[in-house]
């Protein structure tokens, strides 16, 4: 069989996983409701892997919220600019779907965070140095 093709008639767990994704895609971009309980979850595929976007979640303990509650921006294709701590990756998208579930979003980087200089002795010094 070649690279380019899995099964014959995409209907093993590996396609239906990934064709599950297509309809995602197709829903606008949106985990349909009857998967995520809600309508708030979004697609996010940044560099063929693929991401499930929920809404900034300050009630459930991090620890039960994607990558622990890591804090991701994404950019999507569109121009929105969308900030979650609940964030849940379905692994990298396989090279044959590729062209069905296309990138629609950048990760913005996280801005660093501007160091307080401190007053005192230290104060006036060059940052590079400190
Ligand atoms: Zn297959």
């Keep these: 069989m070649p690279e380019n093709q899995c099964c014959a008639d995409e209907t093993c767990f590996d396609c239906r996983y990934w064709q599950e994704k297509t309809e995602w895609a197709d829903n606008g971009d949106r985990v349909p409701a009857h998967i995520s309980g809600d309508d708030l979850n979004l697609v996010a595929r ?11 979640n300050h009630t459930r303990p991090a620890h039960w919220l994607g990558y622990g509650g890591t804090v991701f921006t994404f950019r999507f294709h569109d121009g ?10 379905q692994g990298d998208i396989p090279q044959r779907w590729r062209d069905r579930l296309p990138d629609n979003a950048v990760i913005v980087p996280t801005e660093p965070r501007p160091t307080t200089v401190p007053f005192g002795p230290t104060e006036g010094l060059a940052l590079e140095n400190t």
Excluded: C, F, L, Q
């Excluded at 940044?46 to 809404?55: F, N, R, S």
């Excluded at 929105?80 to 990756?89: F, G, K, L, Y």
């Design 80 to 89: 929105r600019e969308i900030t979650s701590n609940d964030v849940w990756a």
């Design 46 to 56: 940044i560099d063929g892997k693929h991401y499930m976007v929920g809404p900034m």
